[in-house]
């Protein structure tokens, strides 16, 4: 495994835990690993990164209505939809800076 991955495990990780544990900072701790896991996107996944960020976006808060499992469900992808803006914005960055360099 190469850091890239390692980092982006981790950061899926502690998106999760994060989703159950709450503390004052939690959601900068998200935004961080995000941004950090966001710069070692490779370029040929930078499109899977946005439609899934794009989806997640859009269906997060749908899953609260279902019996038992809906409000936890909801936290989960909730936590991962804020680690997938933040990677997708320094994806975005990062490709930007890389289509304006000479």
């Known amino acids: 495994m190469d850091t890239g991955k390692i980092i982006r495990l981790v950061a899926i990780i502690v998106a999760v835990v994060l ?56 936290a989960v992808f909730g936590s991962l939809s804020s680690l997938f803006n933040a990677g997708a914005l320094t994806a975005i960055t990062m490709q930007t800076v890389k289509a304006l360099k000479p």
Do not use: C, K, Q
């Open 19 to 74: 989703a159950f544990v709450s503390f004052n900072m939690d959601g900068a701790v998200i935004a961080v690993f995000g941004l950090v896991a966001g710069y070692f996107i490779e370029d040929s996944r930078v499109v899977y990164l946005l439609v899934a960020t794009l989806v997640l976006n859009v269906a997060s808060g749908g899953l609260d209505p279902i019996p038992v499992v809906g409000e936890h469900l909801t």
